[in-house]
Nanobody, 116 residues
Framework: QVQLVESGGGLVQPGGSLRLSCAAS????????MGWYRQAPGKQRELVAI?????????NYADSVKGRFTISRDNAKNTVYLQMNNLKPDDTAVYYC????????WGQGTQVTVSS
């Protein structure tokens, strides 16, 4: 079993920045693909960004966040980050951390609200 704990969400004005963190309870998470998803009210959960295991040299982003969001990982801390810049109201959602092993693990989610 692996627990994922997200943090860093909050209320921010349009154009602002936030950094989300996802801490895994076991170091084994470092070898697997991890990602961030989000779910806005009334919408399906969607992929935001994913990062490969190990060095994290491969990343992929949803078109809507390319150039604004950056995913990274620090395996020494068993943590994955999502740096979000130039936030827009459409980015408002609950953001979930995901770990893919033979089991799909999810965090509890952190709310991000972009509003003036």
């Amino acid at each position: 079993q692996v627990q994922l704990v997200e943090s860093g969400g909050g209320l921010v004005q349009p154009g602002g920045s936030l950094r989300l963190s996802c801490a895994a309870s076991r170091s084994i998470a470092s070898i697997y693909v991890m990602g961030w998803y989000r779910q806005a009210p009334g919408k399906q959960r969607e992929l935001v960004a994913i990062i490969s295991g190990g060095s994290g040299s491969i990343t992929n982003y949803a078109d809507s966040v390319k150039g604004r969001f950056t995913i990274s990982r620090d395996n020494a801390k068993n943590t994955v980050y999502l740096q979000m810049n130039n936030l827009k109201p459409d980015d408002t959602a609950v953001y979930y951390c995901n770990l893919r092993t033979t089991v799909n693990y999810w965090g509890q989610g952190t709310q991000v609200t972009v509003s003036s």
